[in-house]
């Protein structure tokens, strides 16, 4: 929780560091999770994230 009240997308391409086809590959439905935040839009009311290089020790 960073304190902002949007959503945050996690684009295919930044959840892994290898090629997936699938999101399901690697989370599943309403699993929590460790972020990185890459960019946050406020205009466009919009967060980029990364699972990238992120331990998930949950």
Known sequence: DIGIKQSGLIHV???ADR??????????LHQ???VRVK???IPRK?????L???EQSL
């Open 13 to 15: 391409s930044e959840m």
């Open 19 to 28: 090629f997936i086809s699938d999101p399901l590959e690697v989370v599943k």
């Open 32 to 34: 929590h999770i460790y």
């Open 39 to 41: 960019e946050i839009d």
């Open 46 to 50: 919009r967060i980029q994230l990364s």
């Open 52 to 54: 990238k290089g992120v």
